[in-house]
């Protein structure tokens, strides 16, 4: 089975009205959390047999990575320097 894949973009998904009440710590702690979880799933998609666990997979990564790029847009909007934290 093979999938057409668009790619999403951050303007094709409602983010979180909330944002502009959460502080940069928590804006960076979620960036930390998105970029663990993106591993996590690049992980499992390496490990992955099933066609239909990949295309499930695919998705997901797809949907971690649009919310990833909203938090760094976010960091951007706001001048958070996340140079200085520590992702390790």
Same mark, same amino acid.
């Given at each position: 089975? =093979? ?5 999403? #973009?951050?303007? +094709?998904? *409602?983010?979180?009205?909330? #944002?502009? #009440? !959460?502080? /940069? %710590?928590?804006? @960076? $702690? #979620? !960036?930390?959390? @998105?970029?663990?979880?993106? $591993?996590?799933? +690049? /992980?499992?998609?390496?490990?992955? =047999? $099933? ?6 997979? !695919?998705?997901? =990564?797809?949907?971690? +990575?649009?919310?990833? %790029?909203?938090? @760094? /847009?976010?960091? *951007?909007?706001?001048? !958070?320097?996340? *140079? ?5």
């Amino acid at each position: 089975m =093979i999938l057409e894949l668009r790619q999403p #973009t951050v303007e +094709h998904v *409602k983010m979180p009205q909330h #944002t502009e #009440t !959460i502080g /940069n %710590e928590e804006v @960076l $702690a #979620t !960036i930390e959390s @998105l970029r663990e979880e993106l $591993a996590m799933l +690049h /992980n499992r998609f390496d490990q992955a =047999i $099933a066609p239909m666990l990949i295309d499930s997979l !695919i998705y997901e =990564i797809q949907a971690v +990575h649009i919310r990833y %790029e909203y938090y @760094l /847009n976010l960091c *951007k909007e706001r001048k !958070i320097s996340i *140079k200085e934290f520590d992702f390790s």
